[in-house]
């Protein structure tokens, strides 16, 4: 099984500052990453598939790269919308498919 | 739209069974591989269950092996999740998603809203 670890476990900005999260998998997984932003009470949204692309409607402040066994997704000035937990998944060896314990942003 | 809608969560005493729900619509749902995935209270995301469309293969998490089973019904464009001797470490929302791009190997790109499964005396 990959484990895939985030750090740091809280990130604590301000508002138009730069924040960057890191994923690291235990063993390597291409570029077959993905991240997910999860706010309260809300499902998980895709942000980042293939440890770079942004999905449909993401917008271009956040940005991911990395490949093999880190990465990192970086929001290049956080906006108030931004704050919530995100999380990393690798998808390349599977079962399982495995999720980073995630990365609260917070102000 | 593009929508994934689960239903079926509720209050279900240790060794009972639920069965989930996720209703489809706005896509081809028989063309997509289909997963569960479970966020107990306070906690992180958990992938439990896979049905994939590219190599007509299930899989279950540990966790779960022998007591759930995925299942879909293509002409209802619906995805289940038969869940039995349910323990109170299964308390959690469970969400249905989508692998993307009618694959089996990316990212899970649609959610629905959860339901809510709480397993207590």
């Known amino acids: 099984e990959i484990v895939t670890t985030q750090s740091p476990a809280t990130l604590s900005v301000s508002p138009g500052e730069r924040a960057s999260l890191s994923c690291r998998a235990s063993?390597?997984?291409?570029?077959?990453l993905a991240w997910y932003q999860q706010k309260p009470g809300q499902a998980p949204r895709l942000l980042i598939y293939g440890a770079s692309t942004r999905a449909t409607g993401v917008p271009a402040r956040f940005s991911g790269s990395g490949s093999g066994t880190e990465f990192t997704l970086t929001i290049s000035s956080l906006q108030s919308e931004d704050f919530a937990v995100y999380y990393c998944?690798?998808?390349?060896?599977?079962?399982?498919?495995?999720f980073g314990q995630g990365t609260k942003v917070e102000i | 739209e593009v929508q994934l809608v689960e239903s079926g969560g509720g209050l279900v005493k240790p060794g009972g069974s639920l069965r989930l729900s996720c209703a489809a619509s706005?896509?081809?749902?028989?063309?997509?591989?289909m997963n569960w995935v479970r966020q107990a209270p306070g906690k992180g995301l958990e992938w439990v269950s896979s049905?994939?469309?590219?190599?007509?293969?299930?899989y279950y998490a540990d966790s779960v092996k022998g007591r759930f089973t995925i299942s879909r019904d293509n002409a209802k464009n619906s995805l289940y999740l038969q869940m039995n001797s349910l323990r109170a470490e299964d308390t959690a929302v469970y969400y249905c998603a989508r692998i993307k791009d009618q694959g089996d190997f990316d990212a899970f790109d649609i959610w629905g809203q959860g339901t809510m499964v709480t397993v207590s005396s």
């Open positions: 706005g896509f081809t749902f028989s063309r997509y591989s």
């Open positions: 998944q690798q998808y390349n060896t599977w079962p399982p498919w495995t």
């Open positions: 049905l994939l469309i590219g190599s007509s293969y299930i």
């Open positions: 063993q390597s997984v291409d570029r077959n």
